[in-house]
């Protein structure tokens, strides 16, 4: 039964540090993604999505307010979320939405960017299930349980908005059985693929660890498991809707917040303190059959900040204080021959990390965190095949990636006038925006005294909250 309304549902569905490029429907060779390649077949895939943030919390308040990591502020110079005057729940909810929430328990933090589900009338934690059987996840099974109970509880009501956060395939990558036997590589055992399923990113960014061309194999092949496993899961969700004649009238999105690098830019990895394509490259489907035609391969930039102006869009909402407020660029216009959007902007801005270290340094004395390639700021902007990266320690990049898709030649010094004309195109981008940067702000139950004084010492943290900004402190 569809629902009493000539309005879509609508299902954001966000596959937590998912890259594109090791799904099946964006060409990989293995079958990942069986289920979420039906989707892709009916509806539209956007090729070149970018997400504005490298980690959960900036990422999800980009959807959730349509602004920028600049223009939002949230997780980036400081760990709280200031009060914006619309977000896509509250919208929504205005709108005769019913609106519902589902996440990992252990990701609560990162839903402080969505202004700690302002707008939602339910928001359900999922708790991660304990690892002792091959059977258990990381809770999507369950979300997949919880999602088909609530939908045939509110079944035939009012249109629905749902937002889904499940945290496969985040590190650790340990799928469950089949999946992780299906994508393991061939004599690889469990033994083995254990020692390196978990790595301490920490000790791996300072050189205490390193892995071999071995260990990452046997890694990504985990992580082509986790995703087989979220798949799965996400397929039991789309037969409930197709089983309750629900799918043709919902606008479902299936993308992710950022993905995780795996061996590709030492001494990076996971999605800590850089903005390469494997972390900011993420999938976006749409599938809508009014509006998204079915098969389409959309080539043209895009973000997922521009999710909100889209739907804005297909509601046909015309309030222009909200329209004011957001800073991307419907979809609608990239499925044209006429995109709005012409370039894709990234940022990674966060000090978050300089606070892991000194823990960390607190508990071990020997341990180094001496390369200060940590504590620089990032801006990717992207044009066509050129990226950008403007770096606050004056390391800047460039890269062709249709010549160099994994970012290995920076052409900074050979194309020195192509690196300066994107880089102007940069600053002309962040002069024009609403900005927030309101000082720092660290929650004193988790960082003692004496760390925050020596990011102060570093000049790191500069702490001029007050409550006439208009903001409510968080928790980090």
């Known amino acids: 039964m569809k629902a009493k309304s000539d309005k879509p549902n609508i299902l954001i569905f966000v596959m937590d540090v998912q890259r594109a490029d090791n799904m099946s429907c964006y060409g990989y060779p293995k079958k990942t993604t069986p289920n979420i390649d039906k989707i892709a077949e009916e509806g539209t895939v956007f090729l070149n999505n970018v997400s504005p943030a490298e980690f959960t919390l900036p990422s999800h308040a980009c959807v959730f307010t349509g602004k920028y990591v600049s223009g939002h502020g949230v997780g980036a110079r400081y760990q709280f979320r200031p009060k914006e005057s619309f977000t896509l729940t509250?919208?929504?909810k205005s709108a005769g939405y019913r609106t519902i929430g589902f996440c990992g328990k252990e990701h609560k933090w990162a839903l402080y960017g969505i202004d700690d589900q302002r707008g939602f009338d339910e928001f359900k934690y999922v708790e991660r299930p304990a690892q002792t059987s091959e059977e258990k996840d990381k809770g999507s099974l369950r979300t997949s349980q919880l999602f088909a109970e609530w939908v045939?509880?509110?079944?035939?009501?009012?249109p629905f908005f749902m937002f889904v956060n499940c945290t496969e395939?985040?590190?650790p990558y340990w799928p469950p059985q089949p999946f992780r036997k299906r994508f393991l590589l061939d004599g690889v055992s469990d033994e083995r693929a254990y020692?390196?399923?978990n790595p301490n990113i920490w000790a791996y960014h300072v050189g205490r660890i390193k892995y071999t061309k071995e260990d990452w194999a046997i890694l990504r092949s985990l992580y082509d498991g986790e995703t087989a496993t979220l798949d799965n899961r996400m397929g039991l969700m789309f037969n409930e809707l197709r089983k309750r004649d629900l799918l043709d009238s919902t606008l479902l999105i299936i993308?992710?917040?950022h993905g995780d690098v795996q061996g590709e830019k030492d001494p990076y990895i996971d999605h800590v303190a850089n903005i390469y394509e494997p972390t900011i490259h993420v999938p976006l489907i749409c599938r809508y059959p009014p509006v998204f035609p079915a098969g389409l391969r959309v080539e043209h930039l895009v973000q997922t900040l521009d999710i909100f102006p889209t739907i804005m869009e297909m509601l046909g909402i015309s309030n222009k204080d909200i329209w004011k407020h957001l800073?991307?660029?419907?979809?609608?216009s990239a499925i044209t021959d006429e995109p709005k959007r012409t370039f894709a902007v990234a940022e990674y801005q966060s000090w978050g990390i300089l606070f892991a270290y000194f823990l960390r340094k607190k508990v071990d004395p020997d341990f180094d965190w001496r390369d200060p390639y940590l504590w620089r700021y990032q801006k990717a902007y992207r044009v066509g095949h050129y990226k950008y990266i403007w770096a606050s320690d004056g390391k800047d990049e460039l890269y062709d990636l249709s010549e160099d898709p994994t970012e290995q030649r920076n052409l900074v010094a050979e194309m020195p006038e192509k690196a300066s004309e994107m880089k102007r195109a940069l600053e002309d981008f962040l002069f024009s925006i609403e900005k927030r940067d309101l000082g720092d702000m660290a929650a004193a139950h988790f960082y003692d005294e004496e760390i925050i004084r020596k990011l102060k010492d570093y000049g790191y943290y500069r702490q001029i909250f007050t409550p006439e900004l208009g903001i409510e402190p968080g928790i980090f």
């Open 90 to 92: 509250e919208v929504l």
């Open 152 to 158: 045939e509880e509110h079944e035939g009501e009012t």
């Open 169 to 171: 395939p985040h590190l």
């Open 195 to 197: 020692q390196v399923h």
């Open 255 to 257: 993308t992710s917040d």
């Open 327 to 332: 800073q991307g660029y419907s979809l609608l």
